[in-house]
């Protein structure tokens, strides 16, 4: 489903209103053409370029080890330099690791938290995220309907939960399953202005959005390998300067006397190639024109959701035009647990050729999908057409 043609039941992309194909978009990945890559935001795809990039810094490591591995930290700070800039941050407060889970664990033991320390958390959260808190400290969990109107009704549903025990907050700059602005701004503010630290997990951030470090968090990561275009096991850990001296070193290694954030990214031998390629993602990013792909992808996510709310008892979640991400609630018997869940998103792709996301929640979860610059609107026509008389049951 990749000439842009009519999709089995649907409407031609040629058909006013429908969005077009990013021109050269398919073309920059290697991805299966029998599949409908609905669902970039879970793993990401890494364009041609970036690949060809990656396997030249892996052949030059092959071809001198020595001469590699001893240039790895100036070769990892010269990379960092890169990203920063790119996004907008501090290169001497901004570390290179290899995923969101792996900074969220730093950023919270950098906080020293004892076990009765009060940590805000929300069930729009990451699991394992939340749970790496959980195992720190007490948590308290903010219910958000995910139905919420806007994020100035996220944002008040939060600070209503702040109370005098509240130390830490740690809530998503995109939640994950639901596609919603949580730690905006405003609500940034609003948190430090009550003396409350706020740790943010911006694993969508990097590459969707124009300034993922706005509001000035305390500490914040995001995974470059999903909407930046890096190799997979590439992220960044940015940190106010008055906790950078408290980011433990995830190895002891012969850089911990240099500190934040080069003893965070040196872990003796180990492989380095996709971090030292992660430039070249948000680079390609910005020569496609990275406000042209963030408004087409927001607008095939758009039409996708469309499409999908049509079917009868489907509803779409409220969402943002900035986000190339949109969720909608299933009926009521779908995706009530995480088995559920997993079960219907596996017979979605044995039955439609589809990849999404499905969500749990306990009186009917959701689905997630994604606009990417490969996709074309006739993918989203195939799942819609292909999801009806799966959810009536034939």
């Not at 960044?236 to 001296?245: E, F, G, I, K, T």
């Amino acid at each position: 489903m990749r000439d842009g043609g009519t999709g089995a039941g649907g409407t031609s992309s040629g058909v006013a209103g429908v969005p077009g194909p990013f021109p050269g978009g398919a073309e920059l990945f290697r991805l299966d053409g029998r599949v409908a890559h609905l669902n970039h935001g879970s793993f990401g795809a890494v364009p041609v370029p970036v690949a060809r990039a990656h396997r030249r810094i892996a052949a030059a490591a092959a071809a001198d080890p020595d001469a590699f591995f001893l240039g790895v930290p100036d070769l990892l700070a010269g990379a960092r330099a890169r990203v920063a800039a790119l996004l907008g941050a501090d290169p001497d407060g901004l570390a290179l690791v290899t995923n969101a889970t792996e900074a969220a664990n730093l950023a919270l033991d950098a906080l020293r938290l004892a076990p009765d320390d009060e940590v805000l958390v929300t069930d729009h959260g990451y699991g394992t995220v939340v749970a790496a808190a959980a195992r720190r400290a007490r948590t308290v969990t903010v219910r958000l309907d995910p139905g919420l109107a806007d994020e100035e009704a996220v944002r008040e549903a939060v600070l209503a939960a702040v109370t005098p025990r509240t130390k830490i907050a740690l809530l998503d700059l995109i939640s994950s399953p639901t596609a919603r602005i949580v730690a905006g701004p405003g609500l940034l503010r609003a948190l430090a202005a009550r003396g409350v630290t706020t740790v943010v997990d911006g694993a969508h951030a990097p590459g969707m959005l124009a300034d993922p470090l706005a509001g000035g968090p305390d500490l914040w990561f995001g995974n470059l390998h999903k909407w930046g275009y890096a190799p997979p096991g590439s992220a960044v850990l940015a940190v106010a300067p008055a906790l950078r001296d408290r980011v433990p070193a995830p190895v002891p290694s012969w850089e911990d006397h240099q500190g934040f954030p080069r003893s965070v990214e040196y872990r003796a031998t180990a492989d380095y190639t996709g971090l030292l390629a992660a430039p070249e993602g948000l680079e390609l990013l910005e020569e496609l024109g990275a406000g042209a792909v963030r408004a087409h992808n927001s607008a095939l996510a758009a039409y996708g959701a469309g499409l999908l709310a049509r079917l009868p008892g489907v509803r779409p979640l409220p969402s943002d035009a900035r986000l190339a991400m949109r969720a909608l609630r299933l009926p009521a018997r779908f995706a009530r647990t995480k088995p559920e869940a997993e079960a219907l998103r596996e017979e979605v792709m044995a039955r439609l050729g589809c990849r999404v996301l499905v969500w749990p929640w306990a009186d009917g979860g959701g689905i997630r999908i994604c606009g990417q610059v490969y996709n074309r609107a006739a993918e989203y026509e195939r799942l819609a057409h292909g999801l009806r008389p799966l959810l009536d049951g034939r």
